[in-house]
T-cell receptor, first 112, second 112 residues
Framework: EDQVTQSPEALRLQEGESSSLNCSYT??????LFWYRQDPGKGPEFLFT???AGEEKEKERLKATLTKKESFLHITAPKPEDSATYLC?????????????FGGGTRVLVKP | DAGVTQSPTHLIKTRGQQVTLRCSPK?????VSWYQQALGQGPQFIFQ???????QRGNFPDRFSGHQFPNYSSELNVNALLLGDSALYLC???????????FGQGTRLTVV
């Protein structure tokens, strides 16, 4: 069974204090690993898809990396508007219909 | 271009009642998935519809059922509501064969 574990569960940062979020996964053949951002009471917003170990993607202050067992979401010099829950999900090659298996998320709070 | 839209945004029901939630996929998308997200947790896959048929189902009881219409819109029905069914229900759409899912804003269901 596919599993995704995210750590830490919560992260409090000062504005400008860079940090990393971890997503560990086990899947029988990875089709893709996804990062989403979710604001309170809203639906997840797509950030990145990573497909193979060594791949990296960047968007503004966010950078996602992928190894064979985990992914990291690096937040560089965060601003208060980066406060959100960040969700990691995997998609298995064998998954009919490409369903996503999510981790529990990391709640990030950036204080000015 | 409208994204994924869900209705209603909020709903309060009594235990034992039945509820129907609705989803219109992003323009051009033909596949709809439903997820349940309890407070403080990651989304859990309920089922997916493609070509008006349920293609894959997660670990949810038969009280949860769905439908997809010829215009690709979808409904999620939950019978005999339990207090534990209180959650944010998310609809995600994609184009068949493409693994990238876009989410709606969700329907917040409260069972009292």
């Amino acid at each position: 069974e596919d599993q995704v574990t995210q750590s830490p569960e919560a992260l409090r940062l000062q504005e400008g204090e860079s940090s990393s979020l971890n997503c560990s996964y086990t899947v029988s053949g990875l089709r893709g690993l996804f990062w989403y951002r979710q604001d309170p009471g809203k639906g997840p917003e797509f950030l990145f898809t990573l497909y193979s170990a060594g791949e990296e993607k960047e968007k503004e202050r966010l950078k996602a990396t992928l190894t064979k067992k985990e992914s990291f979401l690096h937040i560089t010099a965060p601003k208060p508007e980066d406060s959100a829950t960040y969700l990691c999900a995997v998609q298995a090659i064998k998954a009919a219909g490409n369903k996503l298996t999510f981790g529990g998320g990391t709640r990030v709070l950036v204080k000015p | 271009d409208a994204g994924v839209t869900q209705s209603p945004t909020h709903l309060i029901k009594t235990r034992g009642q039945q509820v129907t939630l609705r989803c219109s996929p992003k323009s051009g998308h033909d596949t709809v998935s439903w997820y349940q997200q309890a407070l403080g947790q990651g989304p859990q896959f309920i089922f997916q519809y493609y070509e008006e048929e349920e293609r894959q189902r997660g670990n949810f009881p038969d009280r949860f059922s769905g439908h997809q219409f010829p215009n690709y819109s979808s409904e999620l029905n939950v019978n005999a509501l339990l207090l534990g069914d209180s959650a944010l229900y998310l609809c995600a759409s994609s184009l068949e064969g493409r693994g990238l899912f876009f989410f709606g804003q969700g329907t917040r269901l409260t069972v009292v």
